[in-house]
């Protein structure tokens, strides 16, 4: 008995490997530059010695091909980091939402121009807090929108809606703390906790509450991708992390990818660790609460099974292979190893840079970002001097992970670790995705 647990854990372990070894090849056969690749070995190595962070994965592909994908440092305590680890890439989880949503959009069961209230009526009659000037009565005003809230202000962040989280990025901004305090009075939460709640339960609370803004007339970071979730349940008629799953991760062969870890692989998801990027590097708790703003996050409901809250925006468990195949899929306008996911039509209408208007995608990025369907996207190169090409697009999540895309070269690299708070990664994701870019060899 023993004997056949061997065997069969090591033709296991064979088949999870089998998958990105296929896929891997000399970085000169792919126009990259094995010396030039392993300036990236040298400044993940400096950042884990400085206790920056625990542990990372990093994956440079180009044309179809992995050419770079190296795990370094640990995943928890006595763990190391492994290229099949499995991150909470929490932010990353919007793009995945953003094409299940085109996927219904190509079924011809929605049109993005669709008001949102055509599915969930909880956003008919929505209104807008105007914020009333000094010695007013009162602190601000209701107005009657001008447009509902469509399906594409959803997947552009154009809606009105804003997330908790990131009101501190507006202390100054008029109306921002009554929006603040509508949001807790309702019970809204990010989406990053586990609620025993359904998905739609506070989408409907949202739905009743006042917008920040016009719908169309602002961009700003928010929970629209938590009410698409819940919109793909409605149009669907499947649970959302099903639908997905059907829709995405299985003709994908993303085969580590959920929305609630399975219990027998638990032992690979990777802990969350704390720095304050100069030599202080702790372990989140198991039951610690992480505070940022007004969010409080919990990493380990990535495993209680008990949750019924189903994230958009940020609920989606994976590894570096697998959300490399979903960027090559997109990258190669929709279609991956023989299957279609969308058409090449749509995925161009995802990385148009006009949805969002006048207004930068600039939470992440400074000017010369827009924001198309589910992700930034490089408009210029007058604003982002560093690196890139005009077309690129990308996007992170909180625990310090990101993807970038890169058509004209065909060129996809995928950063993952577990560290928190965030923003200390910036500069890093910077410099990598300069390494990545001067590899270039052809």
């Given at each position: 008995m023993k004997r056949f647990a061997v065997i069969f854990m090591i033709g296991f372990v064979s088949l999870c490997a089998e998958g990105w070894e296929e896929k891997q090849v000399a970085p000169e056969s792919v126009g990259l530059s094995t010396q030039r690749l392993e300036n990236i070995d040298n400044i993940i190595d400096r950042h884990i010695e400085e206790k920056k962070m625990a542990g990372a994965v990093v994956l440079v592909a180009r044309h179809g091909k992995i050419a770079y994908f190296k795990a370094t440092g640990k995943a928890d305590e006595g763990k190391p980091m492994e290229r099949d680890t499995i991150m909470r890439v929490m932010s990353m989880s919007k793009p995945i939402t953003s094409v299940a949503t085109m996927i219904l959009y190509e079924q011809g069961k929605l049109l993005l121009s669709d008001p949102v209230s055509k599915y969930i009526p909880e956003f008919k009659n929505q209104k807008v807090l105007v914020p009333q000037p000094k010695g007013s009565p009162y602190p601000y005003k209701l107005v009657p929108v001008q447009r509902e809230v469509t399906v594409r202000d959803l997947l552009a962040h154009t809606s009105g809606i804003?997330?908790?989280?990131?009101?501190?990025?507006y202390p100054n901004q008029p109306g921002r703390k009554d929006m603040l305090n509508l949001y807790k009075e309702a019970q809204i939460n990010d989406g990053y906790c586990r609620s025993d709640e359904e998905i739609g339960d506070m989408v409907k609370r949202l739905g009743r509450l006042p917008l920040t803004a016009q719908p169309g007339e602002l961009w700003e970071y928010g929970l629209n991708s938590d009410v698409l979730g819940y919109l793909i349940e409605v149009v669907s008629g499947m649970k959302f992390d099903r639908f997905v799953y059907e829709n995405v991760f299985k003709p994908l062969k993303m085969d580590d990818?959920?929305?609630?870890?399975?219990?027998?692989?638990?032992?690979?998801?990777?802990?969350?660790?704390?720095?304050?990027?100069?030599?202080s590097l702790e372990r989140v708790g198991e039951h610690e609460m992480l505070l940022s703003n007004e969010l409080?996050?919990?990493?380990?409901?990535?495993y209680e099974t008990s949750g019924k809250y189903l994230s958009g925006g940020g609920g989606v468990l994976t590894t570096a292979y697998d959300y490399f195949r979903f960027?090559?899929?997109?990258?190669?306008?929709?279609?991956?190893?023989?299957?279609?996911?969308?058409?090449?039509?749509?995925?161009?209408?995802m990385t148009a840079t006009n949805h969002s208007g006048q207004y930068y995608a600039d939470y992440l990025h400074d000017k010369g970002w827009k924001f198309g369907l589910g992700f930034a996207i490089q408009q210029d190169r007058e604003h982002n001097v560093d690196a890139g090409d005009v077309g690129v697009f990308e996007w992170a999540g909180l625990y310090s992970t990101r993807f970038s895309v890169d058509p004209k070269e065909e060129k996809i690299t995928i950063f993952l670790s577990q560290t928190t708070p965030f923003g200390h990664h910036f500069d890093l994701w910077d410099k990598l995705e300069v390494l990545s870019a001067s590899a270039i060899s052809d």
């Amino acid at each position: 008995m023993k004997r056949f647990a061997v065997i069969f854990m090591i033709g296991f372990v064979s088949l999870c490997a089998e998958g990105w070894e296929e896929k891997q090849v000399a970085p000169e056969s792919v126009g990259l530059s094995t010396q030039r690749l392993e300036n990236i070995d040298n400044i993940i190595d400096r950042h884990i010695e400085e206790k920056k962070m625990a542990g990372a994965v990093v994956l440079v592909a180009r044309h179809g091909k992995i050419a770079y994908f190296k795990a370094t440092g640990k995943a928890d305590e006595g763990k190391p980091m492994e290229r099949d680890t499995i991150m909470r890439v929490m932010s990353m989880s919007k793009p995945i939402t953003s094409v299940a949503t085109m996927i219904l959009y190509e079924q011809g069961k929605l049109l993005l121009s669709d008001p949102v209230s055509k599915y969930i009526p909880e956003f008919k009659n929505q209104k807008v807090l105007v914020p009333q000037p000094k010695g007013s009565p009162y602190p601000y005003k209701l107005v009657p929108v001008q447009r509902e809230v469509t399906v594409r202000d959803l997947l552009a962040h154009t809606s009105g809606i804003m997330y908790l989280s990131y009101a501190g990025l507006y202390p100054n901004q008029p109306g921002r703390k009554d929006m603040l305090n509508l949001y807790k009075e309702a019970q809204i939460n990010d989406g990053y906790c586990r609620s025993d709640e359904e998905i739609g339960d506070m989408v409907k609370r949202l739905g009743r509450l006042p917008l920040t803004a016009q719908p169309g007339e602002l961009w700003e970071y928010g929970l629209n991708s938590d009410v698409l979730g819940y919109l793909i349940e409605v149009v669907s008629g499947m649970k959302f992390d099903r639908f997905v799953y059907e829709n995405v991760f299985k003709p994908l062969k993303m085969d580590d990818s959920y929305f609630i870890i399975p219990k027998e692989k638990v032992r690979r998801l990777a802990a969350v660790y704390k720095s304050d990027w100069k030599g202080s590097l702790e372990r989140v708790g198991e039951h610690e609460m992480l505070l940022s703003n007004e969010l409080a996050m919990c990493p380990y409901d990535a495993y209680e099974t008990s949750g019924k809250y189903l994230s958009g925006g940020g609920g989606v468990l994976t590894t570096a292979y697998d959300y490399f195949r979903f960027s090559q899929m997109l990258l190669n306008k929709g279609e991956l190893d023989g299957v279609r996911l969308l058409s090449r039509k749509t995925v161009e209408l995802m990385t148009a840079t006009n949805h969002s208007g006048q207004y930068y995608a600039d939470y992440l990025h400074d000017k010369g970002w827009k924001f198309g369907l589910g992700f930034a996207i490089q408009q210029d190169r007058e604003h982002n001097v560093d690196a890139g090409d005009v077309g690129v697009f990308e996007w992170a999540g909180l625990y310090s992970t990101r993807f970038s895309v890169d058509p004209k070269e065909e060129k996809i690299t995928i950063f993952l670790s577990q560290t928190t708070p965030f923003g200390h990664h910036f500069d890093l994701w910077d410099k990598l995705e300069v390494l990545s870019a001067s590899a270039i060899s052809d």
